[in-house]
Antibody, heavy 120, light 108 residues
């Protein structure tokens, strides 16, 4: 079955760039959208953005252009870069396959998530 | 509007039925999907599309929609259904994704 695994540093300093990778196994990243989602401790889910395997992207405007998604088809990986981080960016970050059919959309499956703490 | 609103918390007696609602303008045009999240775990898809369940999700979970409101119903609620539930859909433009505010379900 399709499995996703997030990886990257668990601690990032304020004002620096958060960089995470999502490795997909059990399926090719081609022909699908892939999203990053985050969840601050004790809070709800926030969609960060999605990427199509061809490289086209769409982002949550609330992140004010700090987020960039990219794809490496040779490694079957999707990456997230978030610049100028603050403590408010501390969260568990998830990647998920983003499925769209007609007027429906859903995320399945999800990675297990990775906690990233922003602190000096 | 790009917001999806859910009641913060609901409680249900073991074996009874609970309905969780999600309101938002975009739901007039797009289906919602629903996720169950237990403490310390990643969300799990339980209902998507008009009323579809992924493999392995019990048939006590069902979805429906009317106007600007989508609903997730759990019939014959079990103790293991105690969790946070989030709805998700597109925003009114259709280009963005948006999550509901989440509902904590407590099984009494």
């Amino acid at each position: 079955q399709v499995q996703l695994q997030e990886s990257g540093p668990g601690l990032v300093k304020p004002s620096e760039t958060l960089s995470l990778t999502c490795t997909v196994s059990g399926a090719s990243i081609s022909n699908y959208h892939w999203s990053w989602i985050r969840q601050p401790p004790g809070k709800g889910l926030e969609w960060i953005g999605y990427l199509f395997y061809s490289g086209s992207t769409n982002y949550n405007p609330s992140l004010k252009s700090r987020a960039t998604l990219s794809v490496d088809t040779s490694k079957n990986q999707i990456s997230l870069s978030l610049t100028s981080v603050t403590a408010a960016d501390t969260a568990v970050y998830y990647c998920a396959r983003d499925l769209v059919v007609g007027v429906g959309c859903w995320f399945d499956p999800w990675g297990q998530g990775i906690l990233v703490t922003v602190s000096s | 509007s790009s917001e999806l609103t859910q009641d913060p918390a609901v409680s249900v007696a073991l074996g009874q039925t609970v309905r969780i609602t999600c309101q938002g303008d975009s739901l007039r045009n797009y289906y919602a999907s629903w996720y169950q999240q237990k403490p310390g775990q990643a969300p799990v898809l339980v209902v998507y599309g008009k009323n579809n369940r992924p493999s392995g999700i019990p048939d006590r979970f069902s979805g429906s929609s009317s106007g600007n409101t989508a609903s997730l119903t759990i019939a014959g609620t079990q103790a293991e259904d105690e969790a946070d539930y989030y709805c998700h859909s597109r925003d009114s433009s259709g280009n963005q994704r948006v999550f509901g505010t989440g509902t904590k379900v407590t099984v009494l």
